[in-house]
């Protein structure tokens, strides 16, 4: 029950911040100028942007089953897509998407995989994802600095620095036995001030959960290849991502920016507000896409192409991870109940 309004309460937030957000976009705007514009849009591009949005959710639960079967788990492409919408949606609707891979574990849990390599089937993801978010960015800002104002530049810094800091701790956590081992103990330690019940008990399942990881990393570090598939899905995960916005700049027949120009100012962006811990970014991508597009985009254009470009590559994929989470939901409460 806690639980459950816990995110109850994050949904409510993530709702009112939406609808923060587009009252300040709109604000002043005339909204049958904006749709007149929408309805002008060339149909061929949005197809494609949304293929790419497909082809980045496909990407990531092809990253999640290669690892899981690597480690003799047995699960399929179509299981790993749900696990992915899973994650996507209580990623969105928490803050600094802390909910998501906690949400995938448990869910996996329920289908008889294995705590231990699910979760380092997780990390990996996320460490490959830190990697190319990290270099793409980097190699973006040196050829596309000047789209970037003092206060994007110092947020750039800033994301781009808790990225480096994070993707530290996950290599830490996936190769290095001693912190893990120390994490065992600190986490013991917090038990028994507390008092809590059967300490022993859940020691002992911790230490097993751990000792599994462990083996588990083991195995992958003798696997490196695996490790290297996953990174190159993972560059071809967020090139399909970035490229929305292309598609989205094409959709209203603009020209004058190539793919690799728009795609390399996507990326700056990202990189720019996944700092911030706020539920799905929602608010400051809207903000940082009218700085960072305004000398791009025609500025009667720019509502319209927030609103299709995160459309595509948020809303509309909230949405429908949101049913999927329902319907799986359900689901398994009657599985539970029979």
Not at 64 to 86: D, H, V, W
Not at 135 to 148: D, E, P, Q
Request: aromatic residues 12%; glycine residues 4%; proline residues 1%.
């Amino acid at each position: 029950m806690k639980k459950t309004k816990r995110m109850i309460r994050n949904l409510i937030a993530f709702i009112l911040l939406i609808i923060l957000t587009f009252y300040i976009l709109l604000k002043g705007q005339d909204i049958k100028d904006i749709f007149k514009i929408l309805q002008g849009v060339k149909i061929q591009y949005i197809v494609i942007a949304i293929l790419c949005m497909c082809i980045y959710i496909l990407c990531d639960a092809t990253n999640t089953r290669r690892t899981l079967k690597t480690l003799n788990e047995k699960t399929t492409l179509l299981k790993n897509i749900k696990y992915t919408l899973i994650g996507f949606f209580f990623s969105g609707i928490t803050p600094a998407a802390s909910g998501g891979q906690p949400m995938q574990i448990y869910y996996m849990y329920k289908e008889k995989i294995s705590v231990a390599n699910s979760t380092l089937a997780l990390l990996i993801n996320l460490s490959c994802t830190q990697i190319v978010t990290i270099s793409i960015a980097l190699i973006s800002v040196m050829f596309n600095y000047k789209y970037l104002s003092t206060t994007l530049a110092i947020f750039f810094v800033i994301g781009i620095s808790l990225n480096a800091c994070a993707l530290t701790l996950l290599l830490v956590a996936i190769f290095s036995k001693r912190l893990t081992n120390k994490l065992i103990n600190l986490l013991i330690k917090i038990m028994e001030k507390l008092r809590i019940k059967n300490i022993e008990e859940k020691k002992e399942k911790l230490e097993n959960e751990i000792s599994a990881y462990q083996n588990s990393s083991e195995y992958i570090k003798d696997n490196k290849f695996v490790i290297l598939k996953t990174l190159l899905t993972t560059y071809i995960q967020f090139i399909s991502f970035y490229s929305i916005s292309y598609w989205i700049y094409c959709s209203f027949g603009l020209s004058g920016y190539n793919f690799i120009q728009i795609l390399s100012i996507q990326s700056m962006l990202y990189a720019t507000v996944s700092g911030i811990p706020l539920p799905g970014a929602v608010g400051v991508t809207e903000g940082g896409f009218i700085e960072i597009f305004k000398s791009i985009l025609p500025q009667n254009m720019i509502s319209s192409a927030i609103l299709l470009n995160r459309g595509i590559s948020f809303y509309l994929l909230m949405a429908f991870s949101g049913i999927v989470v329902l319907i799986n939901t359900f689901r398994r409460k009657n599985v539970e109940k029979s």
